[in-house]
């Protein structure tokens, strides 16, 4: 069964209805050059209102270990995406200082980009992919090109983000059986503005391909 994370969550209806239409990961952006960044205090707000089998993620882009730590103080997070350009040795650094389990985003665009797949699965607990696009850290609501993924060999869990919507998603699911598919500009009206009736349709077409 393929699972939903709504990220780019900043206020309390998107989270009502992510939880209420059965998101299993909810995500919140602290990197500050987001439309859907928020602060530590909201964050606190928010993630005390999420129920105990849901999974708070936490997105940085290139923190640092008093970034992480200033936001863990407030909020409820149960785990830590990085979503930059971070080394294997700040992946490591970032684990077993804040002892949360870690997802890492690899940007595509090409095969290449999937190099370091392998590398990164030995430092982190789930992978993303989500689409490579020049100046971005993501949410551009862009796709890549699923197709790439098709003969990759994963020994972690992952995550597909990049571009899905309720009218693709089925598509990604049937092309590739993602064990978890990640949205943020996808049911959104504006960068950061979170529409209800798109989170609904997007978990309903999901749960139609389960």
């Known amino acids: 069964m393929t699972e939903v994370k709504i990220c780019g969550i900043t206020?309390?209806?998107?989270?009502?209805?992510?939880?209420?239409?059965?998101?299993?990961?909810?995500?919140?952006?602290?990197?500050?050059?987001?439309?859907?960044?928020?602060?530590?205090?909201?964050?606190?707000i928010l993630t005390n209102k999420t129920p105990s089998n849901l999974v708070n993620v936490g997105l940085f882009v290139n923190p640092s270990l008093t970034d992480i730590e200033t936001v863990l103080a407030a909020a409820d997070l149960d785990m830590i995406q990085l979503h930059g350009d971070e080394t294997l040795q700040q992946i490591q650094a970032i684990r077993g200082q804040c002892g949360l389990p870690v997802i890492k985003a690899i940007r595509v665009a090409e095969k290449a980009d999937l190099a370091p797949v392998l590398s990164f699965e030995k430092v982190c607990d789930l992978l993303l992919f989500d689409a490579k696009?020049?100046?971005?850290?993501?949410g551009t609501g862009q796709r890549f090109d699923w197709t790439l993924l098709k003969d990759l060999?994963?020994?972690?869990?992952?995550?597909?983000?990049?571009?899905?919507?309720?009218?693709?998603?089925?598509?990604?699911?049937?092309?590739?059986?993602?064990?978890?598919?990640?949205?943020?500009?996808?049911?959104?009206?504006?960068?950061?503005?979170?529409?209800?009736?798109?989170i609904r349709q997007f978990i309903e077409a999901v749960k139609k391909k389960n």
Request: net charge negative; proline share 12%; with cysteine.
């Open 11 to 44: 206020t309390p209806d998107a989270l009502d209805c992510a939880v209420k239409e059965g998101a299993h990961y909810l995500g919140f952006v602290f990197h500050p050059g987001s439309p859907r960044a928020i602060d530590p205090e909201k964050a606190r």
């Open 133 to 138: 696009v020049p100046g971005t850290a993501g």
């Open 153 to 198: 060999r994963l020994f972690k869990p992952w995550m597909l983000a990049g571009g899905l919507t309720a009218e693709n998603v089925g598509d990604a699911l049937s092309t590739l059986n993602p064990p978890v598919v990640d949205v943020s500009s996808g049911v959104e009206d504006a960068p950061g503005i979170k529409n209800p009736d798109k």
